[in-house]
């Protein structure tokens, strides 16, 4: 028996794992704060194989509840795919900070803190993570800080982690993909933590979730430690490392939709003023933002 447990699991690449999972007969939990996606993903599926538990990746109790069904249910826990997460789109300087604990708390401190907390399970068989990453944590992004500080935590938290869990016979593959199809920038926050008014725009091809799912596969078979699927964007990286200057002019001009107009500018100033009260926690992360990469 080979058991998955995979995060943000009703949708985009969380749902393309659970389909490649499946297919090749693992068993599964799988969790989303999506309950009525989830609870459509799990029949969908069908079978005794799988089984759904909806919650808030932040909250630890929920941690606590997957860790223990993995346990009851099947005995063991193989492989974890973290994978939940959530983007903004909105200039820094006109950002709630809530927004960006928001984005900091689902995409570095869940992953973090619900791999720590299976490593008992992980230790007893010797098994695998995987960790969904982003190139928009080695190099910067404009109107993305809040998710290019949390993706940078991240691979460095898991590049450190992989080290000193090793010994232990756990593999840690960190998987850096670029631009997915995927929901997670179709409900991107803005910067009042409802959804973002404007289009993506990318550096690098825009892959799908099933072909990302596909290589996560592979890698883990192979043994990986890291995954750059997009050469481009990879590329893009390194030129951010050798000649930033050079990175900057080319990151502004392709991301230029990011930047307000001057129309926008005055708008923009006028909802600040007008604003008494920051938005609360619940508020900024309605049910459906929460969704896989």
């Excluded at 007969?25 to 969790?31: A, N, Q, R, S």
């Excluded at 300087?93 to 401190?109: C, E, G, I, L, S």
Aim: proline fraction near 5%.
């Amino acid at each position: 028996m080979h058991v998955a447990l995979i995060t943000g699991a009703a949708s985009g690449l969380g749902w393309e794992l659970a389909k490649a999972c499946h297919a090749r007969g693992d068993h599964l939990l799988l969790t989303d704060i999506n309950a009525n996606g989830l609870a459509a993903r799990v029949a969908e599926l069908g079978g005794e194989r799988v089984e759904g538990l909806s919650g808030d990746i932040t909250d630890p109790e929920l941690h606590r509840q997957l860790l223990d069904a993995c346990q009851v249910l099947f005995g063991r826990l193989d492989v974890l795919f973290n994978n939940a997460g959530i983007t903004h789109r909105s200039l820094t300087t006109r950002t709630d900070p809530a927004v960006f604990r928001q984005v900091m708390a689902v995409d570095y401190h869940a992953p973090l803190e619900l791999t720590l907390a299976a490593l008992p399970l992980l230790r007893e068989s010797r098994g695998q993570v995987a960790a969904i990453g982003s190139m928009a944590g080695w190099m910067p992004v404009l109107g993305r800080a809040g998710y290019c500080a949390a993706k940078s935590a991240l691979g460095q938290a898991f590049e450190v982690l992989r080290a000193e869990i090793a010994r232990d016979g756990i593999q840690l593959l960190m998987v850096y993909p670029s631009f997915l199809d995927t929901p997670i920038d179709r409900n991107a926050l803005g910067a009042d933590g409802q959804p973002a008014g404007h289009a993506r725009s990318t550096i690098g091809r825009v892959r799908g979730a099933d072909w990302m799912a596909g290589e996560i596969l592979k890698g883990l078979a192979a043994g990986q430690q890291r995954l750059f699927p997009d050469r481009g964007s990879w590329l893009a990286s390194l030129l951010w490392r050798v000649a930033p200057a050079l990175y900057y002019r080319q990151m502004s001009r392709r991301f230029a939709g990011e930047l307000p107009t001057s129309s926008t500018v005055g708008a923009s100033s006028a909802r600040e003023e007008s604003t008494t009260q920051p938005a609360s926690r619940a508020e900024l992360a309605p049910t459906k933002k929460q969704s896989a990469p």
